[in-house]
């Protein structure tokens, strides 16, 4: 699988890290019921079939963070783009 990063071109999956589905957002850590709601967030998650939008980890490159478009019965990927002001190293 290929992954074409907007600054290093076409590249293979080995050199990325994969984070996972690029929709979930973290909890409220205030929230009065954030217990429930991290269990959800860390454990509770979607597995599904098609198209997909995923954040991966360039770490063997330039280090930027993408929101790729694959679809997870043929691993085609349909488009992969920066995550804007994310900057860093994987959680």
């Known amino acids: 699988m290929r992954i074409a ?7 293979g999956a080995h050199e990325f890290t994969y984070l ?3 929709k979930p957002v973290r909890p409220d850590p205030a929230a009065m019921d954030a ?6 967030y860390a454990y509770l998650r979607d597995n ?4 997909h ?7 063997s490159g330039c280090r930027s963070w993408l ?4 679809n997870t ?3 085609a990927i ?3 783009v920066l995550v804007p002001g994310a900057t860093g190293v994987v959680p």
Do not use: I, M, N, Q
Not at 5 to 11: D, H, K, S
Not at 53 to 59: K, T
């Open 5 to 11: 990063c907007p600054y290093c071109g076409a590249r």
């Open 67 to 70: 929101r790729v478009k694959r």
């Open 48 to 51: 599904p079939e098609g198209e």
């Open 78 to 80: 349909s488009e992969a």
């Open 20 to 22: 996972g589905d690029a």
């Open 35 to 40: 217990g429930k709601l991290f269990f959800d």
């Open 73 to 75: 019965r043929t691993h």
């Open 53 to 59: 939008e995923e954040l991966w980890y360039h770490s």
